[in-house]
């Protein structure tokens, strides 16, 4: 079928603004606005299946990084200390943090103060730099960076792992025609066994999709409140957002 569709990815735009936009025909979003946005009105096309160690197919945790030299051994002796995230409703930086401070303490009155940078790779320079002491980072991201950028993660180290979640889902705008749906997942999924765009899956670690709702993310509101989960630095410098 015929589908009107732009010849290249948006990026004069925040994302924000990209997923409220009735005429979305295709992005990936992370899961928990999903949930936990009323406001946001998409539909979930397909789950994305990436080559990372550890996760089942369809899911994947972030990596909680704090500098080499910090002596804390444990997630419990980051309280009341400063921690960075990319933005108060990302999943793999900020809800998966939460669910995982929350097996040991009150997640909301855990950390002393917050910075939100925007983006995952903004998190880790702020942990490398001394202005923050810890960042939950989705460990996709954290696997493209320490393939392509390895020097970004010099001086870092993982003190532990949150929980699993489903990956960032490939969405449309929630009035997208179900025939236009169809399309799309039938148009992923030859995209990921095209031979010839074997080069562009292994660099963005892709391997497959599944098909894909909305219930598949439901869980990710069982993780954390219906609210920001962390109260921002009024000092702090927000950037643009990569938010996942």
């Not at 925007?118 to 991201?141: F, Q």
């Not at 990710?220 to 927000?238: E, I, S």
Request: charged residues 20%.
């Amino acid at each position: 079928m015929g589908i009107a569709a732009p010849d290249s990815l948006d990026r004069t735009r925040s994302v924000e603004a990209i997923w409220r936009d009735p005429n979305l025909l295709l992005a990936q979003c992370c899961g928990y606005p999903l949930v936990a946005d009323p406001d946001l009105a998409l539909r979930v096309i397909a789950m994305p299946i990436y080559a990372l160690p550890d996760c089942p197919p369809g899911r994947h945790y972030s990596r909680i990084l704090v500098r080499d030299d910090d002596p804390a051994t444990t997630l419990a002796a980051f309280a009341g200390r400063r921690v960075a995230i990319n933005a108060p409703l990302s999943n793999t930086g900020a809800n998966l943090l939460r669910a995982a401070v929350a097996n040991i303490a009150a997640p909301d009155d855990f950390f002393g103060s917050t910075i939100v940078t925007g983006s995952h790779r903004a998190s880790i320079d702020a942990v490398a730099s001394g202005r923050a002491d810890i960042a939950a980072i989705d460990a996709v991201t954290a696997a493209v960076i320490a393939r392509d950028d390895p020097a970004a993660l010099h001086g870092l180290r993982d003190l532990a792992r949150t929980p699993r979640a489903p990956n960032l889902p490939f969405v449309t705008a929630r009035t997208t025609p179900p025939a236009v749906v169809g399309a799309l997942r039938e148009a992923l999924h030859a995209a990921m066994h095209d031979p010839a765009l074997a080069p562009a899956r292994a660099a963005l670690l892709l391997t497959d999709i599944v098909p894909a709702s909305i219930h598949r993310y439901r869980m990710l509101g069982r993780l954390g409140h219906q609210t920001p989960p962390f109260a921002a630095d009024p000092a702090a410098t927000k950037i643009a957002a990569d938010v996942g």
